[in-house]
């Protein structure tokens, strides 16, 4: 049976995500791979959510949707109060640019460039002069506790550093969504935490941050968790409701 977690929601300011009923079909010559099934979920402003899930249940393809990437081919997706589902994909990048910061597993930092640099790239496509630039992206590795390693490359660090290196540039255009695919899958369990600090303290100062795991361990350190299978929403539930469903035994909440 299918979950709604959208807690009576109504498209608006604060609520970030709303989506109705959304659909995500893949035609594979002729053989229909029906991804997402009609999912309904709302996620408040200032909310932390993991999307939890096994593989192929659908959790890439919604977060693509959330943030803009794609668009459905049935149902609603409204963000911050904007219908999106039906943008054309000018809108639909103007929108993501504006509103949605995006971390990945292989964090996908130029090797080339230094840390600052690395930050800084988003502003130069949004046109932010020179010094504005920089004084942006210093703040944003300095909100990931990186002000000391702003001219370092991305070899020059460890692997939570680059993953904090790409948090800070996700976080430098202040978007309303911090949305991040399997942002500890790259990395062993000592820094997988302390990327999960980072994750907990950008919530406690009022960023929503969407993440996307299919590890348990992970997703409890969400204050919620809402669980996707076979393109549908098995349960929505606060992260003490889920600890105490799937047996976690060393969550560290
Ligand atoms: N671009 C695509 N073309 C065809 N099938 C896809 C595509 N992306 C995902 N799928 C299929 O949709 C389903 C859900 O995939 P995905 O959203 O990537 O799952 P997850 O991220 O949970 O592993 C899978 O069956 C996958 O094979
Ligand atoms: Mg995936």
């Not at 597993?105 to 690395?118: D, G, H, M, V």
């Not at 692997?159 to 996700?170: L, S, T």
């Not at 600090?197 to 348990?216: C, D, I, K, N, S």
């Amino acid at each position: 049976m299918a979950v709604t977690a959208t807690h009576g929601a109504a498209p608006g300011k604060d609520w970030v995500i709303v989506t109705r009923q959304i659909k995500r079909e893949y035609d594979m010559g002729g053989e229909i791979v029906r991804a997402l099934r009609g999912v309904d979920v709302a996620i408040r402003r200032n909310e932390y959510v993991a999307i939890m899930g096994p593989s192929g249940s659908g959790k890439s393809t919604l977060m693509n949707l959330i943030g803009c990437l794609d668009t459905p081919n049935e149902g609603e997706y409204w963000l911050n109060g904007m219908l999106v589902s039906d943008m054309s994909d000018d809108e639909l990048a103007r929108v993501r640019n504006k509103e949605i910061g995006f971390v990945f597993q292989t964090f996908n930092l130029l090797p080339r460039a230094s840390a600052l640099q690395n930050v800084e790239l988003p502003l130069v496509y949004a046109g932010v002069s020179a010094d504005e630039r920089r004084k942006r992206a210093t703040e944003a590795l300095e909100r990931v506790q990186l002000g000391q390693r702003i001219h370092h490359r991305p070899n020059e660090l460890s692997g939570g550093q680059r993953q904090r290196v790409a948090i800070a540039r996700a976080l430098v255009n202040r978007p309303s969504i911090l949305l991040a695919d399997e942002p500890t899958g790259n990395l062993d369990s000592t820094t997988s935490e302390e990327i999960m600090r980072v994750f907990e303290e950008l919530a406690q100062q009022g960023q929503t941050v969407v993440m996307v795991t299919h590890e348990p361990d992970i997703a409890a350190h969400a204050r919620r968790v809402v669980v996707l299978r076979d393109g549908v929403l098995a349960s929505d539930e606060s992260r003490e409701q889920f600890i105490a469903r799937v047996g976690l035994t060393h969550a560290s909440h």
